[in-house]
């Protein structure tokens, strides 16, 4: 008991001089009931029940096993819609991390010199930031018509907003020596910011665009959920119908893809930095 | 020498890349040629610059007494306290089940094969977006916000453990050297030695999950797992502009507030 009170409340220290000195609450005294009070608030208002869970959860494992051998046959019809996927985060990727450098540069702080313009791309982005992409697609959709190039714009879109944050916030960090040096020799900014501050960045900002790009398969990989194109309706369509050995093939392929970008991409990357 | 041939000197220095240059942009064309090819570009439909004119004056003039309606179950603030509630309870439950699972995946607590067995099964939970756990844990518990917190349960322990794993493997060794020279059992050596070093990172780390998974819980909405996103779906399906203003309005504050919070407390901890 005394070892469990002294978990929150440390023994207070004698110094040699006699001086007694208490040491600080730890701030788990408050932090573990509130945490605690909005767990169980959460658990009343979601209806979490772990009993639930026991007697349904084996449904989980009938749905895994059914995956069990995947049904390979099936690959004829996956490779399509597969194709498309890849092809729309690409085409989104590309659209976006373009986008993504002009906006970048009127957001930066040692560029921008109207704290106004900074202010308002700024306040946009993080508001457009908050739409998570199946939101934009959804609204793509209807803006653009089903398929691929609403996925596309979507992609498009969310990834303009996290590029411009990450490719400002490295413009801001850039080295201004050779900047100013051309200001001084009369080059406009966009000029001097073109030829000075850029191929520091080109590196990272390839980088950052293969970081998005790895993203951007998984996200589009969901996307055909409300129509916007790729392999997540034909995965939606499947699970409907509960023909599980299709589901096994198509989750499969996609872990292969996903690995395989994902390998391609870190070794870009790693020659980039 | 004159300043021009001395530059022109150092121009002719210059590593010859552009055949190299040349190939690598060809090739990337190339893909993009391929890949509009995929995406028919088809502009927008006919109707499509009303519906959008319709959705931006939407997210300025939202339907007020929907956006407002702290009383009842429907309202959208309603909503966001049970889309928060989703995300909160995924990421405890996420970051629980992560302790263990790191612990025995890292390298310097467990024989490194059975750390590569864990890494493995990490991260093939990791390769799954959340939407695809959702939709198969919709034909277990059936829709609602209980498949929502075990939909995010389980994408969050694919992030947390990953990162929870880097953090068990910087642990200093000295330190609990230090307290076993200094006496202490082990309960003491957990308690001084561990915990400390521990803490704040695994804290910091759930607490930016958490912010991801505000996020998701919008998105998972709409397969049908509880919160937000099925009246957002349903409310823009249905072109009803005025209430999918309103609980567009809704999320946009909600977020900014959960990532201001998280980023302050994350701020703390470090």
Not at chain 2, 41 to 65: H, M, R, Y
Not at chain 2, 199 to 206: K, V
Request: net charge positive; glycine share 8%; with cysteine.
């Amino acid at each position: 008991m005394e070892r469990i009170k002294r978990l929150f409340l440390p023994k207070p220290i004698t110094l040699s001089n006699g001086k007694v000195i208490q040491p600080k609450m730890s701030p788990a005294i408050y932090v573990v009931p509130i945490l605690t009070f909005m767990t169980l608030y959460s658990i009343q208002l979601t209806g979490f029940k772990l009993a639930t869970l026991f007697r349904r959860g084996y449904q989980f494992f009938v749905i895994l096993d059914g995956m069990i051998p995947p049904n390979f046959a099936y690959f004829e019809k996956v490779w399509e819609p597969l194709l498309a996927t890849i092809m729309m985060s690409i085409l989104g990727t590309v659209i976006g991390s373009l986008l993504a450098l002009p906006a970048a540069y009127i957001s930066s702080e040692n560029m921008m010199k109207s704290k106004f313009v900074k202010f308002i791309t700024k306040a946009f982005l993080s508001v457009v930031r908050t739409f998570p992409i199946l939101v934009l697609a959804l609204l793509f959709r209807i803006i653009f018509g089903i398929g691929a190039f609403a996925g596309t714009m979507a992609i498009g879109i969310f990834t303009f907003t996290i590029m411009t944050k990450m490719f400002y916030e490295l413009i801001d960090t850039a080295d201004m020596g050779p900047f100013e040096a051309l200001m001084s020799s009369g080059a406009s900014r966009i000029q001097a910011f073109w030829v000075a501050i850029m191929p520091q960045l080109w590196g990272q900002y390839f980088s950052l665009v293969l970081y998005n790009f790895e993203m951007n398969i998984r996200n589009a990989a969901i996307l055909g959920y409300v129509g916007a194109g790729g392999i997540g309706l034909i995965l939606n369509e499947r699970l409907g119908w509960r023909v599980y050995p299709d589901v096994g093939l198509i989750l499969l392929v996609m872990m292969i893809t996903v690995y395989m970008i994902e390998s391609l991409s870190r070794t870009i990357r790693k020659k980039l930095l | 020498m004159s300043l021009n041939s001395r530059v022109n000197e150092q121009l002719s220095k210059q590593p010859k890349v552009l055949l190299k240059n040349t190939a690598i942009i060809v090739l990337n064309l190339l893909i993009l040629f391929l890949s509009t090819q995929y995406v028919e570009i088809k502009g927008l439909t006919e109707t499509g610059v009303d519906i959008a004119g319709a959705i931006i004056q939407s997210i300025f003039t939202p339907n007020l007494e929907f956006l407002l309606n702290f009383s009842t179950k429907g309202g959208v603030p309603y909503l966001l306290l049970e889309t928060a509630a989703i995300a909160f309870l995924g990421t405890i439950v996420g970051a629980i089940i992560s302790i263990p699972m790191a612990f025995l995946s890292s390298r310097n607590v467990v024989p490194s094969w059975v750390a590569h067995i864990g890494v493995a099964i990490i991260t093939v939970i990791r390769t799954f977006p959340a939407v695809v756990y959702g939709l198969m844990f919709i034909r277990v518990t059936g829709p609602g916000a209980f498949t929502g917190v075990l939909t995010l349960a389980i994408a969050s322990v694919g992030m947390i453990s990953k990162l929870y794993i880097e953090i068990i493997e910087e642990l200093d060794p000295g330190i609990i050297e230090a307290l076993d020279a200094a006496g202490c059992d082990r309960i003491q050596k957990i308690q001084y030695g561990i915990i400390p070093q521990l803490l704040s990172n695994f804290l910091s780390t759930a607490i930016y999950r958490f912010e991801i998974n505000v996020k998701y819980a919008t998105i998972l909405g709409m397969v049908g797992a509880g919160g937000i996103g099925a009246p957002l779906i349903f409310a823009i399906n249905a072109y009803r502009w005025k209430d999918a203003g309103a609980l567009l309005v809704g999320l946009i504050i909600f977020v900014l507030i959960v990532e201001a919070i998280s980023t302050q407390l994350r701020k703390k901890l470090a």
